[in-house]
């Protein structure tokens, strides 16, 4: 059964960063668009940031300059670093894998 594992969230002050991973068994990143979505309490979940196989990426307006998309297929893992991280940037951070397939979700929040 292929699974994926997040992790790196957690509280953080505003200003600071946060590096998210997740991490696939059973199955692959190589041949995906795989990215990261946010859900804000309330809110919709949203794209934050996706990659290609071939590493181009795209980031939503409110990401851009701050956070950066990463994907090392031959670990099957993908990394969000997220620097000068907002209160807005609270949520549930879900990895998504290629369709159909997600993470559980990981919580940040930034706050002081």
């Known amino acids: 059964q292929v699974q994926l594992v997040e992790s790196g969230g957690g509280l953080v002050q505003p200003g600071g960063s946060l590096r998210l991973s997740c991490a696939t068994s059973?199955?692959?990143?190589?041949?995906?668009?795989i990215g990261w979505y946010r859900q804000a309490p309330g809110k919709q979940r949203e794209l934050v940031a996706q990659?290609?196989?071939?590493?181009?990426?795209n980031y939503a307006a409110s990401a851009k300059g701050r956070f950066t998309i990463s994907r090392d297929n031959a670990k099957n893992t993908m990394y969000l670093q997220m620097n000068r991280l907002k209160p807005e940037d609270t949520g549930v951070y879900y990895c998504?894998?290629?369709?159909?397939?997600w993470g559980q979700g990981i919580q940040v929040t930034v706050s002081s």
């Open positions: 059973g199955s692959s990143f190589s041949i995906d668009v």
């Open positions: 998504y894998g290629g369709p159909g397939l």
């Open positions: 990659i290609t196989p071939a590493g181009s990426t």
